[in-house]
């Protein structure tokens, strides 16, 4: 449907609507709420308000289960309104007036948080609060995930820490990682790792592999070579076998700050795990001896002259 409304394509998408219509008298809207909010403001945007509003109505009364309120029905005056305007009342009506379901919310909910409209979402997440239906850990994971893009990864923690425990919903490794992640790309790469002993505490929460992949690329974009080496190796305590990207990064870390004998324990133990070093890691290496051999013949250079002088 996005991709005929992106086209230009509004009649094909029409037809395409029509065909799905028999599925709300059986179920609501549901899911589909997003592919009819997809056409409908699509048709706003090019002027054919008339047509949006026709479809509209026909879409909210599919769903009633009346025949009485069938008859009665009225649908949504869209007419006369600006595009955002219109926008605001099909978001409503579809889940609002049309048959309610968890479904529905979690879709249009989606869809608002992937726009960045976090004040329409939230109107829409407490209607369904009122509504009776709890929010599923997917809807804080939407919302999160699209804090982070938006670089407030402050706000998603927010969400993970009052918002979360307030409905009672309870994190998954996934809400955990979008966090880690989000924070991880704000420079605040100590505050995601300090998660890790969060989730071991939470019962059934087992920090994966990619939870630590996070942290490391995380630290090594920061310069905390050392705080890496040490998730590396809580990585491979969980025996998670890391891949050649993570080794990389720790041992050109380390080599930058000449830690020679750390880089060269991680050196071995990547070659252990079967993953080859690239060529980029052995000139990290080289470049570490011959910096670190150089700044010892100074070293004794300076202490032999001033034995003389003295």
């Known amino acids: 449907m996005r991709g005929l409304c992106d086209a230009g ?4 998408a029409i037809h395409l609507l029509r065909s799905m219509l028999w599925r709300i008298s059986q179920k609501g809207c549901d899911a589909d709420v997003v592919v009819y909010r997809t056409l409908l403001e699509a048709l706003c945007q090019n002027g054919r308000t008339a047509e949006a509003e026709e479809i509209l109505a026909r879409v909210l009364k599919k769903g009633l289960r009346s025949s009485k309120r069938r008859r009665t029905f009225c649908g949504p005056v869209l007419q006369g309104l600006t595009v955002e305007e219109a926008k605001k009342v099909i978001d409503e009506a579809l889940v609002v007036r049309g048959v309610k379901s968890l479904a529905s919310y979690r879709a249009m909910l989606k869809d608002l948080y992937a726009e960045g409209n976090f004040d329409d979402a939230q109107q829409m997440f407490d209607e369904m609060i009122e509504s009776g239906f709890r929010p599923p850990v997917s809807i804080f994971e939407n919302k999160i995930s699209a804090l982070c893009q938006e670089g407030r990864a402050d706000d998603s923690v927010r969400v993970l ?21 989000g924070l991880c790309k704000e420079g605040k790469s100590m505050r995601a790792v300090e998660y890790l002993d969060k989730m071991d505490k939470q019962v059934g929460c087992v920090a994966q592999k990619e939870t630590f992949e996070i942290l490391v690329d995380g630290l090594h974009a920061e310069c905390r070579h050392l705080e890496a080496a040490q998730v590396l190796e809580r990585m491979l305590r969980r025996r998670y076998r890391p891949n050649r990207a993570v080794f990389s990064s720790v041992i050109q870390g380390l080599c930058s700050i000449v830690r020679r004998y750390e880089a060269t324990l991680w050196l071995e ?16 290496l080289a470049s570490m001896v011959c910096f670190s051999d150089l700044t010892e013949s ?12 003295d």
């Open 161 to 181: 820490e009052k918002e979360m425990p307030g409905k009672d919903c309870v994190p998954t490794v996934r809400t955990y990682n979008l966090v880690m992640e």
């Open 298 to 309: 100074l070293l004794l250079e300076v202490l032999e002259h001033k034995h003389d002088a």
């Open 9 to 12: 394509r509004l009649d094909d």
């Open 269 to 284: 133990e990547m070659i252990s795990h079967g993953e080859i070093p690239e060529a980029e890691v052995w000139a990290s």
